[in-house]
């Protein structure tokens, strides 16, 4: 008696695994085929526009591989969350405590960093302890690995995540590291400030003064750059950020959007029904910012500052979230509690 006529099911099981496992295998070689033109190319315009082997770049991106977690955490940022559930994740107590222990730890270069780019201690300390907590937390890809992902798997923005893996490969170069070993975020942002390579580029700086910008291993490098990079996008010397406002009627609902720039004024503001709960002069710059509590609507006068920290992260909420953790860890550094 045959085998398919013992055990027919087995048979049929035993088909369908083959077959599966042969479509598997077109897949992949197709993938592969696509990803060898894919980084063959890339590396040809690495060759031409910056001098690079382009047999050596294939090779590298060989190392390389592609993260599904990657695709899976760039479509769901925390930056979609509601404030009043975004919030909580960047003001816990640990954070806020940690937070004065690295300005006490370092507060002769912050104080430096200060005095140099008019930058304030508790904004730097507070946009390392969003990113990192302050050095803790920098990442667990490989940043070839996200950026090669992001670069060539992730279509709605290919040609931005292409153009970082430029700007990766050329920072290597610069800076003399082996681009297969570090470690960031699924986006590929670096070391304790999670500087993208463009920006660490152009806006890192070697504040330690020992010939190299190491934003992995060196405090003192990522707390001037931070500071750098906010002097260069326009940040006002001892100027707030934001302040709280009420509302005198319901707005219309096109000016219930989520507002960045300050491209308003106050006394603009003030003739829609925005009213700041505290003094500001009626021709400062200033947009309206509006979260989502839990209890309701939160309602901000954002000021130039606050658009500056935006230039960071593209968000209102991290803005907010900067902001208002920046205030707790300058208020328990002043009075210990």
């Known amino acids: 008696m045959s085998i398919k006529k013992c055990y027919p099911h087995i048979l049929n099981g035993l088909l369908s695994i083959l077959l599966w496992a042969i479509l598997v295998s077109i897949a992949h070689a197709d993938t592969n085929t696509s990803d060898t033109k894919a980084f063959g190319r890339f590396a040809d315009q690495m ?31 925390a930056e979609a969350l509601p404030w009043h559930r975004y919030r909580p994740i960047f003001l816990q107590q640990s954070r806020i405590r940690q937070g004065v222990t690295f300005w006490e730890q370092n507060q002769v270069v912050l104080e430096r960093a200060a005095q140099q780019y008019g930058v304030p201690p508790q904004i730097i300390v507070a946009i390392l302890g969003v990113e990192t907590r302050y050095g803790r937390y920098r990442g667990k890809h490989r940043v070839i690995d996200a950026l090669r992902t992001l670069a060539f798997d992730y279509p709605p923005r290919s040609k931005f995540f292409r153009s970082e893996l430029e700007q990766y490969l050329l920072l290597s170069r610069e800076e003399g590291f082996d681009p297969l070993q570090p470690k960031g975020s699924y ?45 260069k996008h326009g940040w006002r010397h001892s100027e707030n950020v934001a302040v709280p406002a009420n509302v005198a009627t319901e707005l219309p609902r096109r000016q219930a959007a989520r507002q960045l ?3 308003s004024s106050v006394a603009e503001l003030r003739k829609r029904g925005v ?40 968000s209102a909420l991290y803005a907010m979230a900067v902001y208002q953790l920046s205030r707790a860890i300058s208020q328990r550094h002043e009075t210990g509690r």
């Open 187 to 231: 986006a590929g942002a670096m070391g304790i400030p999670q500087f993208i390579s463009s920006s660490y580029r152009v806006y890192a700086v070697d504040f330690n003064r020992d010939g190299h910008r190491d934003l992995w291993d060196q405090p003192e490098d990522a707390i001037g750059s931070v500071a750098n990079y906010f002097r």
């Open 47 to 77: 060759a031409s526009r910056h001098g690079f082997d382009a047999r050596e770049i294939e090779h590298l991106l060989a190392q390389s591989a592609r993260q599904d977690d990657i695709l899976t955490a760039i479509a769901k940022p």
């Open 261 to 263: 720039k300050a491209d």
């Open 275 to 314: 009213v700041p709960k505290h003094t500001l002069s009626a021709e400062q710059p200033a947009g309206l910012v509006i979260l989502e509590g839990k209890e309701g609507p939160e309602y901000w006068v954002g000021l130039p500052n606050f658009y500056v920290i935006t230039r960071y992260n593209h």
